[in-house]
């Protein structure tokens, strides 16, 4: 590993101040290794829109210099992007964990890059070098997911540590707990700089084990004489697990519905994760041959995502399974900050159709994969870095993790809360740390709907709203030859307003005599140097505003005839 005065620079593409779209850089010289590249789910804000992904702008510019892009867990928030990013930039090698890495061929094979993948498997405690200046160890952590890491990598100024997502869990479920020994070991050699999971630093105390929600699951599915759905995340393997040793108990039968959910199952059984326990496993299709009270259905639709599994069994909409009287529902997850309204849907449509439900507010039925404060701190004390930068959470969580590390007095220098975009540099000539004061870094988000992606900027989230709030005025506009008179009066059409009909063609007669006056007299009446399409837009908005009190969605076109 070679060494000079150039610094050593950490750059958030996505991650900070937000919770999804974990995208990090570290870079020296003329080598880049990129850390995680995920997405994030929309909600209801963001109206219709698929996913949303991090801006790839600094790494197509800087494509020469990546070196290998290194995945702490196959979380859709960490991986998700990566078949997109590929599209865009050649990654030459995604160091990955076995399980990760069937995720994300799986990924890039349905949007067509799986030529432009190549991924190494590693296994916790390995240790690989990544181009000349970086050396990357996998630390095991327990988490939601199987085959979680920390990241300790070596550079020429120091060692530099990434948390990943991680808990301290001593009794978990399936494998070993996070490997306290390693930390302690890393500590020792005085890391430069600590990169630390913040997504609940909010919560005081200690994570509960994944082991400690089992007998209560247990109880709420024995009890139960009808049918049994447990809504839960398809990746968290661990709980499918410890379900489906619960079905056996109960003497049920396990069906999976949700494409996730079967995905994830399918690759945990074919990677011997998870037993293939073929006589307890069921497809969904065969539900109805069997009794309702030897029915345990694991579910995609925590979240009351659209067209999910759940949400369809809430509507009655699910083509398999009908939602009786005495069913029992559990929702074995956490309310992701912006789904409430959703996941209150669901679960009142479900109380609606007879169905008992429980979920976290009612019963210990879920169990965080994210370390409270008190392992943030057990964190910090074992490793004593130098500079502290929290990551993986919105700003108060940042903050929050930040404050939590300067009470402790375990940051020998300092500790930075940092935005996506800023360029975090360790200057060994100096031997200072410094942030950049400005966005040094472009960054952003991309939406994807459907098999199409673009840019998401302001005016355009504005518009989606002010459509689905309040209605699109469409104005055709038929011009003559010379463009300055129009042919006939302007057509308009209402979507999506609420109002009697009698009104809607009051308010469609009224735009268009506006519309009409304001094409005619636009050179005479126009100081605000507006366009034609923006000058006639503004009067059919102050026409529709004498009927109704809404700001719809202005659309004006015109064609030359």
């Not at 800087?62 to 928030?77: R, S, Y």
């Not at 991924?119 to 916790?124: G, I, K, M």
């Not at 199987?146 to 550079?155: G, H, M, P, S, V």
């Not at 959703?342 to 009612?362: C, E, P, R, W």
């Amino acid at each position: 590993m070679t060494k000079s005065n150039k610094p050593l620079k950490v750059i958030p593409l996505g991650g900070l101040g937000e919770i999804g779209l974990n995208l990090m850089v570290v870079e020296y010289d003329n080598e880049i290794l990129v850390i995680d590249c995920g997405v994030l789910f929309p909600d209801l804000h963001w109206l219709g829109l698929d996913l949303v992904l991090p801006d790839f702008t600094y790494l197509i510019e800087n494509e020469h210099k990546i070196k290998g892009l290194v995945v702490t867990h196959g979380h859709e928030d960490h991986i998700g992007a990566i078949p997109f990013l590929l599209g865009k930039v050649k990654i030459p090698v995604i160091y990955c964990s076995r399980f990760a890495g069937r995720l994300i061929t799986d990924k890039c094979e349905e949007r067509h890059v799986k030529d432009k993948l190549f991924t190494y498997n590693v296994s916790a405690g390995e240790k690989i070098d990544v181009g000349q200046h970086f050396s990357v160890e996998f630390v095991h952590v327990t988490h939601s997911t199987l085959e979680t890491f920390a990241l300790a990598i070596d550079t020429p100024h120091g060692l530099v540590i990434h948390s990943g997502d991680f808990k301290f869990d001593e009794e978990p479920y399936d494998g070993p707990p996070s490997d306290k020994k390693r930390f302690k070991e890393l500590g020792k050699q005085k890391p430069l700089l600590l990169l630390a999971d913040s997504t609940n630093s909010e919560r005081c105390g200690h994570s509960l084990s994944e082991s400690s929600i089992g007998e209560e699951l247990e109880r709420l599915i024995s009890e139960s004489k009808e049918a049994v759905v447990v809504a839960l995340f398809a990746s968290n393997v661990h709980r499918v697990h410890q379900l489906m040793d619960i079905a056996e108990k109960c003497g049920r039968k396990v069906f999976l519905s949700g494409r996730s959910m079967e995905r994830y199952v399918q690759i945990a059984i074919e990677e011997n994760y998870l037993p293939a326990r073929r006589d307890m496993l069921h497809a969904v299709e065969e539900i109805n041959h069997f009794a309702r009270n030897e029915v345990l259905v694991l579910s995609t639709g925590s979240q009351g995502e659209a067209r999910s599994s759940l949400q369809r069994m809430a509507k009655n909409e699910n083509r398999w399974l009908k939602i009786q009287p005495g069913d029992t529902v559990i929702l074995s997850s956490r309310s992701i900050p912006g789904n409430e309204k959703a996941i209150n849907f669901v679960v009142n449509s479900l109380f609606k159709l007879g169905a008992m439900v429980h979920y976290q507010d009612t019963n210990d039925v879920h169990v965080s994969g994210h370390a409270y404060q008190k392992e943030q701190l057990e964190l910090l004390e074992m490793l004593k870095p130098r500079f502290f930068i929290p990551v993986h959470g919105e700003f108060r969580h940042l903050n929050l993790h930040a404050r939590t590390a300067r009470e402790s007095g375990c940051v020998s220098e300092e500790t930075f809360v940092v935005e996506n975009g800023h360029v975090w540099s360790y200057e060994p000539e100096r031997d200072v740390a410094t942030l950049s004061e400005a966005y040094a870094v472009t960054t952003g988000r991309l939406w994807v709907a459907g098999d199409t992606e673009g840019s998401l900027d302001a005016s355009e989230i504005k518009s989606r709203k002010a459509a689905a709030r309040a209605g699109v005025i469409n104005v055709n506009c038929l011009v003559s030859a010379r463009g300055s008179k129009l042919a006939k009066t302007p057509h308009v059409i209402l979507t999506g307003f609420l109002c009697k009909e009698s009104t809607r063609a009051k308010i469609e007669k009224e735009i268009a005599t506006a519309c009409e006056e304001a094409f005619e007299n636009f050179y005479a009446d126009n100081p605000e140097g507006m366009t034609k399409e923006q000058w006639v837009a503004s009067h059919a908005r102050r026409a529709v505003r004498r009927y109704l009190d809404i700001k719809p969605l202005i659309i004006v076109s015109t064609v030359n005839i």
